[in-house]
């Protein structure tokens, strides 16, 4: 069959694919003066190596970065302040204020059906091959996909320190970074879920609020956010594992 615009298979392939990257938080967990995200990590930020992951990808149209109201470091130490294609919104209360933020931003420049893909600022390893896996799912799948790993670890529920139940991990999946969908979609997901006065921790539970069911594309383990200091060596020692491979932000 000859593609035409009318195919909606061809025409998903012509819209074009944005980058929002949430890094409003203050890194509460984390317990440094400096958040997390601008935590020096092999000679740079840790949101430049978050931003490095999609800026240079030929899919990529532009990036917008999410910045809490007394955020004194971005203009100082990230190298992608003065990018033309890096632009920056206001952060909010919790991760989804902000990315709903961003997405106002966005909707100056992009379309409806544009592809938002959502990705933490603390999450520096995300493998350039995940990234074109991921990219590849959305040719097929209009709801949206996300990066995730199937849980290895038994999973236990807890209360008073005491076990409550074990749950069974046969279906369970650990929720990464990128998580794309279309950006109008996604802005009514977001606000539905504020409007129900629930707050998602990821983008696709918003959108899973609507019934819909976004696409789980299986990642690596190594794109980890960066949540405790003992995150910071191990996130390097994975930079290093795949510049070696040829398999990283570098490609
Ligand atoms: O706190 P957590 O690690 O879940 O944050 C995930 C991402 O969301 C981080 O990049 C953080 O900077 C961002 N965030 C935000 N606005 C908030 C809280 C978190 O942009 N109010």
């Keep these: 069959m000859t593609a035409s615009s009318s195919d909606p298979v061809s025409a998903r392939r012509s819209l074009r694919h944005w980058v929002l990257i949430p890094a409003a938080g ?62 920056r919104a206001p952060g909010g209360a919790e991760r989804c204020h902000s990315v709903r933020n961003g997405l106002d931003l966005l909707a100056g420049l992009a379309d409806e059906q544009d592809w938002v893909l959502v990705h933490d600022a603390a999450r520096p390893c995300l493998r350039r091959t995940d990234l074109d896996l991921l990219l590849d799912t959305l040719q097929r799948e209009p709801v949206g996909a996300l990066l995730a790993v199937p849980i290895a670890d038994t999973v236990k529920r807890g209360s008073g320190g005491r076990i409550d139940a074990t749950v069974p991990r046969a279906d369970l999946w650990r929720a990464y970074t990128p998580q794309a969908f279309q950006l109008g979609l996604l802005r009514r997901a977001l606000d539905h879920a504020d409007a129900s006065d629930l707050v998602v921790t990821d983008d696709a539970s918003a959108v899973e609020l609507l019934g819909e069911r976004p696409v789980l594309v299986e990642g690596h383990a190594d794109n980890i956010k960066i949540t405790r200091p003992e995150d910071l060596p191990l996130a390097e020692f994975h930079l290093a594992q795949q510049q070696n491979a040829g398999s990283g932000t570098v490609d």
Excluded: M
Excluded at 35 to 61: E, M, N
């Design 26 to 87: 203050v890194g509460r967990r984390f317990g440094a003066a400096v958040p997390k995200q601008y935590l020096s990590l092999a000679g740079r930020p840790v949101i430049d190596h978050a931003i490095a992951a999609f800026i240079d990808h030929p899919a990529i149209a532009g990036c917008v970065v999410v910045l809490g109201e007394s955020d004194g470091w971005w203009a100082d130490t990230s190298g992608y302040a003065n990018h033309p294609r890096v632009h």
